[in-house]
């Protein structure tokens, strides 16, 4: 098992297919992109497909999450969502995308054995959203989210990320569009991961500010805490329930203790947390001819590292240097 020295296991698995995004969203990147990675240091998609068979058939994961970047950029997903499905035990498969080229590529994925989706979407003004992420492609996030819906790929969970003075005011909207449509909302805690180091604690809008917004207009009950594992979202019952909102406050709330992840990121490297500064390369040992077994001891020990947290309220914290389209979420 990928066990680390405080006792935790890694079951979760969150495998990154590119650093490459179609929107720039200001949290995130730059207008003017980033320098993507060259395809030569990508993995290709058998050694993804390698690197997942070893995590589930030899390490105990249980569960494969598609990341990027943006993964549906990435031309084999299809191929290596249904690569995934043969595993034995067959893991649970989700994805998490900004949403656009779902609309086209929901079914093909559903049809390949994928679970559910996570999408992205931080407000339901079109002008906002090319404000947020320089690019005019709301209706296809939209489009997209009923795609996902109509082929199953349910419960289909909807990631926003609030910022003050931009989008706060439509925390209530949002949920209430969500409860119409049967889709699970997740408010997340911006988190210090952009590449242009602009995060602020002071900008942020918190967990205590979000679940202060929304009980202006809804009732909200506790979930029962036990069935939250090690879930990142505190659930809250939506007027009685049986809807349900979360809310994930990485940065205030942390859930460090009771964390099952593990990152794979789309060039070959664990790496143990989101904020981690260190990572272990799996591409180069697997590139140079290591067996299985070996692959699965590296992974083992660089686990096996992991730290109690991530430390953000600590003084000495400091940003990982690689934003999170390239690490992978």
Not at 88 to 107: C, D, V, W, Y
Not at 137 to 154: E, N, Q, S, T
Not at 262 to 289: H, I, P, W, Y
Request: aromatic fraction near 4%; charged fraction near 25%; include cysteine.
């Amino acid at each position: 098992m990928l066990r680390d020295s405080f006792g935790r296991v890694a079951t979760d698995l969150r495998v990154s297919l590119t650093d490459k995004c179609n929107l720039r969203c200001t949290y995130c990147m730059p207008p003017e992109g980033l320098d993507w990675l060259p395809n030569a240091k990508l993995l290709t998609a058998d050694e993804i497909v390698r690197l997942v068979t070893i995590g589930v058939e030899r390490l105990g994961v249980t569960e494969v999450r598609y990341t990027g970047g943006e993964p549906l950029l990435r031309r084999e997903l299809v191929d290596i969502v249904a690569r995934t499905t043969t595993l034995s035990p067959k893991p649970q498969i989700s994805l998490t995308t900004n949403g656009i080229g779902l609309a086209r590529l929901a079914e093909p994925l559903a049809a390949a054995g994928l679970h559910r989706v996570n999408v992205s979407l931080d407000t339901l003004d079109a002008g906002t959203f090319k404000r947020l992420a320089h690019r005019d492609r709301h209706a296809d996030v939209i489009d997209g989210l009923a795609a996902a819906d109509a082929a199953g790929l349910r419960p289909v969970k909807v990631n926003t990320v609030l910022m003050r003075g931009i989008n706060d005011h439509e925390a209530a909207p949002l949920l209430r569009w969500c409860l119409a449509r049967g889709y699970e909302l997740r408010f997340i805690e911006q988190m210090p991961l952009d590449a242009q180091h602009g995060w602020s604690r002071d900008d942020m809008v918190t967990a205590d500010e979000i679940l202060g917004l929304l009980s202006a207009s809804f009732d909200l009950t506790p979930d029962d805490l036990e069935e939250r594992g090690s879930a990142p979202a505190e659930r809250f019952l939506v007027d009685g329930g049986p809807a349900r909102v979360g809310v994930i406050g990485s940065v205030t709330r942390p859930f460090c203790g009771a964390c099952d992840r593990v990152r794979l990121t789309a060039d070959g490297q664990v790496r143990n947390c989101l904020f981690a500064t260190e990572e272990s390369d799996l591409k180069t040992a697997m590139r140079a001819g290591a067996s299985d077994e070996e692959l699965a001891e590296r992974w083992m020990v660089a686990v096996s590292r992991k730290r109690a947290g991530h430390g953000i309220d600590d003084p000495s914290f400091l940003q990982p240097s690689r934003p999170m389209s390239a690490i992978g979420g």
